[in-house]
């Protein structure tokens, strides 16, 4: 059987592929945090405006006693913008403390994928052979 095949676990792979991804990235930020001009990089996050404007959730009224909703529908906007940190005398970018915080993120998140890819394949494992 192809778990691969199973949406769940196609989707779980992605974004632990991604995550090993992301974690190589801020490795190499820290391991060139004395580099002399060396910019902090990052790996471009998941798009959530533009996957819930194509999925276009709307509430629909299906009985006549529903009560409409007082707000109207809006996109969503990220309100928020990244912190402006120092930048060292020889030109490096790199905030070690910041790299951590990202490294700690990445780490629950990849915990939490892995938990899940698990506790799946215990209840398919528990459904074909009934222990």
Do not use: C, W
Not at 14 to 25: F, K
């Amino acid at each position: 059987m192809d778990l691969a095949a199973i949406g769940l676990f196609h989707l779980a792979s992605r974004r632990m592929d991604y995550l090993g991804a992301r974690h190589q990235v801020i490795a190499e930020n820290v391991a060139n945090a004395n580099s002399p001009g060396y910019r902090a990089k990052d790996l471009k996050a998941f798009d959530f405006q533009s996957a819930m404007q194509s999925a276009a959730v709307r509430p629909s009224l299906t009985d006549p006693a529903h009560l409409a909703g007082l707000r109207e529908a809006r996109d969503f906007k990220e309100d928020r913008q990244a912190a402006a940190y120092e930048m060292a005398p020889d030109g490096n970018g790199v905030v070690l403390e910041e790299q951590m915080m990202k490294a700690a993120e990445v780490r629950q998140a990849y915990d939490l994928a892995a938990g899940l890819f698990q506790k799946h394949v215990g209840m398919l494992r528990q459904a074909f052979t009934g222990r």
